[in-house]
């Protein structure tokens, strides 16, 4: 599978199928001449090649727009910086000023930059912080409505700076122990790109850690087809021989 800002082009039987919209998460580890899966349905249109796809939407070439150049470059960012007092205390590790703030201080509010603490938790690799705030996010929601009404809006799967969810900063960081908490919760999508295309497992591959790699594969929730802007699936985008073997491996005992 080849993705592109404004198609995908599968290949059954070796003839090129168009589709009508990139497809991301929704065709997570299927081999390749797999064109459905449980949780969406597929229509063909053999006279136009046209597919579609009735799931909830995908990003549209202006989301990638946000991240990347009209010549197929990265835009560059500033790093950002903890601006509120949740997100500063899940970043320095403060345990004590974390839980002396009101829950909904915790939970809810992004920072200026969009990120959660629950992200700065991740990107700073403090496991106890982000367990805590795991623990008191399952609390909050099962108050709310059952877990599997709000799999798609699930606060684990918020965007934050340039599209980052708190899986990706985890898995570019190499935080083996926060990779692990974010793959255990049930809500979780581990398929979702950022504003420049990259996803969880192309950090993790691209940054060289070889635990974090083997725990995304392991929890079988990971796809290893999806691709980059350049169309590099994860297996493609690393330096390091192993965990290129690692992925190869994987994907082909999944056919």
């Known amino acids: 599978?080849?993705?592109?800002?404004?198609?995908?082009?599968?290949?059954?039987?070796?003839?090129?199928?168009?589709?009508?919209?990139?497809?991301?998460?929704?065709?997570?580890?299927?081999?390749?001449?797999?064109?459905?899966?449980?949780?969406?349905?597929?229509?063909?249109?053999?006279?136009?090649?046209?597919?579609?796809?009735?799931?909830?939407?995908?990003?549209?070439?202006?989301y990638f727009h946000e991240g990347i150049n009209s010549d197929g470059s990265l835009k560059k960012f500033e790093k950002p910086i903890p601006s509120t007092t949740a997100s500063i205390a899940a970043v320095n590790g403060d345990m004590a000023k974390l839980k002396s703030l009101p829950l909904q201080e915790i939970l809810a509010p992004e920072d200026t930059n969009g990120?959660?603490?629950?992200?700065?938790?991740?990107?700073?690799?403090?496991?106890?912080?982000?367990?805590y705030i795991l623990e008191a996010m399952e609390k909050q929601i099962v108050e709310v409505a059952p877990s599997d009404q709000l799999s798609s809006s699930h606060p684990i799967n918020h965007q934050g700076y340039i599209g980052n969810t708190a899986l990706s900063r985890a898995a570019r960081g190499g935080h083996i122990d926060c990779v692990q908490a974010i793959l255990g919760v049930k809500e979780v999508d581990p398929n979702i790109p950022n504003y420049k295309m990259q996803y969880p497992l192309h950090f993790a591959a691209y940054k060289r850690h070889p635990e974090v790699v083997r725990i995304m594969l392991g929890s079988e929730k990971c796809s290893t087809t999806v691709t980059d802007?350049?169309?590099?699936?994860?297996?493609?985008?690393?330096?390091?021989?192993?965990?290129?073997?690692?992925?190869?491996?994987?994907?082909?005992n999944l056919s």
Do not use: Y
């Open 229 to 252: 802007r350049k169309g590099r699936t994860p297996d493609q985008d690393t330096s390091d021989g192993r965990i290129e073997r690692m992925i190869k491996s994987f994907r082909e």
């Open 1 to 62: 599978m080849r993705n592109f800002l404004s198609a995908t082009v599968f290949f059954i039987n070796q003839q090129p199928v168009s589709v009508t919209r990139t497809i991301r998460h929704r065709f997570f580890q299927c081999p390749p001449l797999v064109l459905f899966t449980s949780r969406s349905n597929f229509s063909f249109s053999t006279s136009t090649t046209i597919m579609t796809l009735s799931s909830k939407p995908e990003p549209t070439p202006e």
């Open 115 to 131: 990120n959660t603490p629950l992200i700065w938790a991740s990107d700073s690799g403090n496991i106890d912080i982000l367990t």
